[in-house]
Structures are given as C-alpha cells and as structure tokens.
Nanobody, 126 residues
C-alpha cells in the first residue's frame, strides 16, 4: 500500500513557476505509475500529468503540455510536477495519485487511481 503527501503549493503570479512534490511511503513505490490531477471548486477533478513507474514514459493534458514537467526520483520515493509559465486557470488543488496495482502503463483516467494524497493548493494571480 501507498501513502501520498503533496507539498509545494502556494501563491504565485502569472508567468511564475512552482514545483510540487509527491512524497510516498511504501517500499514498493518505485513500481507504481503516478498521476497528477487538479480540482477547482465546482469542477470535476481533471488529469494533469502521469509518469510510468520506470520514468520512461509520461503523458500530459493538452492544457499543460510544454509548461509542466512530471518527473520522479524513485530513490527518494518522490514524484515532482514542475509548473512553469503558470496561468490563472492553473489555480486548483493539485493531487497526486497511484493505481491500486503497480507496474502497467500510465493512464489519465482518474477512475484508474486508487491511492490519493490530500492535495496542495496552487493559486495563480493575474
């Protein structure tokens, strides 16, 4: 089992950058694909990015391609989301998540994720 804790959120001006971290417990973390999702009040949680357990494959929502980069350091049990050129529409609570079973291919469908962090707030001012 996996426990996930997000951090790194905060207030930033449009055009700025933030790096979110997803710290995981569990010695099998390196075997799990990990996704980042975000949610704004009144909106459904949406896919942002995902990375394969091995780190050799990634996927991004069209809205963040070219601006966000997902990466992982399995030795540190941490997945990162580097967010550059932030826009006000990026404002949301960001969650990291992992599927119930490890290995496999990355998936952007939130229904494929089982373990979730508590979320970290990102606010981008105009």
């Amino acid at each position: 089992q996996v426990q996930l804790v997000e951090s790194g959120g905060g207030l930033v001006q449009a055009g700025g950058s933030l790096r979110l971290s997803c710290a995981a417990s569990g010695r099998a973390f390196s075997r799990y694909n990990v996704g980042w999702f975000r949610q704004t009040p009144g909106k459904e949680r949406e896919f942002v990015a995902a990375i394969r357990w091995s780190g050799d494959s990634t996927n991004y929502a069209d809205s963040v391609k070219g601006r966000f980069t997902i990466s992982r350091d399995n030795a540190e049990n941490t997945v990162y989301l580097q967010m550059n050129s932030l826009k006000p529409e990026d404002t949301a609570v960001y969650f990291c998540a992992a599927p119930q079973f490890y290995y496999g291919e990355i998936d952007g469908r939130l229904t494929e994720y089982y373990y979730w962090g508590q979320g970290t707030q990102v606010t981008v001012s105009s």
